[in-house]
Nanobody
Framework: QVQLVESGGGLVQPGESLRLSCTASGIIFSMYIMKWYRQAPGKQRELVAS???????NYADSVMGRFTISRDNAKNTVLLQMNSLKPDDTGVYFC?????????WGQGTQVTVSS
């Protein structure tokens, strides 16, 4: 059974930081491109960042320079370090494993940035 479990969300003030973690089980983690998405209330889910097995990364323009995605293939874990958070970063953050045959999603973790 495949599971992706996110953690690390919470309520923070603008300018603060959070680190999200996603741990996978039931897949050969190194074979998947790992991605973080977010969905704000009333908006479509959007891609925030992605990382390939070898470590190459991509970011949405809105988070470039503030967020850092990383992965540890030995621990089946992908992280999203979020700095200088803004109210517009509020939403549910989802972890996704992109495979050649199928994809898997986590259940999401809520991030709220508010003063």
């Amino acid at each position: 059974q495949v599971q992706l479990v996110e953690s690390g969300g919470g309520l923070v003030q603008p300018g603060e930081s959070l680190r999200l973690s996603c741990t996978a089980s039931g897949i050969i983690f190194s074979m998947y491109i790992m991605k973080w998405y977010r969905q704000a209330p009333g908006k479509q889910r959007e891609l925030v960042a992605s990382i390939r097995s070898g470590g190459s990364t991509n970011y949405a323009d809105s988070v470039m320079g503030r967020f850092t995605i990383s992965r540890d293939n030995a621990k089946n874990t992908v992280l999203l370090q979020m700095n200088s958070l803004k109210p517009d970063d509020t939403g549910v953050y989802f972890c996704k494993a992109d495979g050649t045959r199928r994809d898997y999603w986590g259940q999401g973790t809520q991030v709220t940035v508010s003063s």
